[in-house]
């Protein structure tokens, strides 16, 4: 099937500073990434704090800070072709994002207007690309407050921010998000700062808008067990650089990369013994300024051996569709 979202060998890369560990050397965040989405799919993009992650949906949006320097290729299907967003120029990817594009964040707060009515700025995010009346913007901001499940949607559309509730919030940055039925929706760590049991209900709610709209998603989240109820296919990254891609199957039911393994046996299940301490991964994740030149995950990784430390490892293919990088454990397979 053809990709929606191709993401090829994408890096993002910050200029060091003098005054900084790495003695001006550029820091590379991301490095030769590459995946695909097709329709209809949601990966789930999982790593510890540092990864990349965000700065992957963020080059994708071209929303990265201006001193970033990003390379490779994003390519999002048109119908004919596709567009390659890293080459878009300013208008034309103001008019894909919110349209073609939609992204959610972790603090629905800091992305909503705290004076205006949250009805009024859904029916923006219409009228900003679509010619209809603030009657009918306004009709389609209740309506997109009912799809995400707003008890009493056209009287609460006239709310402001500040009167509703943490999960209420994230539910209309969602409905924003979906009102203009966007090709792709990028969702970054839309439920982390929500309690558990509304975290519950607005992962429930994502999947059931999913199945309604046939939403294609990248989803991001440092938590597997939020990444298992969501994906179909999962990258995991590390230090910036993708260590394992699969379907949702074969990453939890037989990981491939040691650090896949360790994430997968340092998080807490309803099975897990809560007497007794989980495993961690010992080790932290490096800074960008020391970032290992062989193996990222060496200095963490007990299969590791002389020449992990060398080169960088290629990404392998362990089964049809299935991939990890590292040779070590791809030699036992
Ligand atoms: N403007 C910047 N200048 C320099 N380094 C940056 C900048 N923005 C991000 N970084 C670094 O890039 C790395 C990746 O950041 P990113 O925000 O993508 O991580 P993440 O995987 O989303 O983590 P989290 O789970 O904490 O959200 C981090 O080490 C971060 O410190
Ligand atoms: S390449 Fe070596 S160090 Fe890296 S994950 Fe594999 S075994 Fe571990
Ligand atoms: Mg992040």
Known sequence: MPSLLEVRHLQV???????????GKPLMAVRDLSFTIAPGEALGLVGESGSGKSLTSLAIMQLLPS??????????????????LLRLAGPAMRD????????????????????????????????????????????????????VAIPDAARRARDYPHQLSGGMRQRIMIAMAIV?????????????????????????????LRAKFGLTMLFISHDLAVIANLADRVAVMYAGNL???????????????????GLLQSAPSLATDRKRPLN?????????????????????????VAACAQGQPPLL?????????????????
């Open 317 to 333: 293919e362990v089964h049809p569709g299935h991939w990890a990088r590292c040779p070590v454990i791809n030699a036992q397979l």
């Open 96 to 147: 894909l994002r919110g349209r073609r594009l939609a992204m959610i964040f972790q603090e629905p707060m800091t992305a909503l207007n705290p004076v205006m009515r949250v009805g009024s700025q859904i029916a923006e995010a219409v009228r900003a690309h679509h010619r209809v009346s603030r009657r009918e913007a306004w009709d389609r901001a209740v309506t997109a407050m009912q799809d």
């Open 67 to 84: 001193q970033a320097r990003v390379s490779g290729e994003v390519l999002l299907a048109n119908g004919k072709g596709s567009d390659d």
């Open 13 to 23: 890369e910050f200029p060091g500073s003098q005054s900084a560990p790495g003695n």
């Open 243 to 261: 260590v394992e891609l699969g379907t949702k199957q074969q990453i939890f039911a037989s990981p491939a990369h040691p650090y896949t393994q």
């Open 280 to 304: 961690t991964i010992e080790g932290t994740v490096p800074p960008l300024h020391a970032v290992p030149p062989g193996c990222a995950f060496e200095p963490r990784c007990r299969f590791r």
């Open 180 to 208: 203009n039925r966007p090709q792709l929706l990028i969702a970054d760590e839309p439920t982390t700062a929500l309690d558990v049991t509304v975290q519950a209900q607005v992962l429930e709610l994502l999947g059931e």
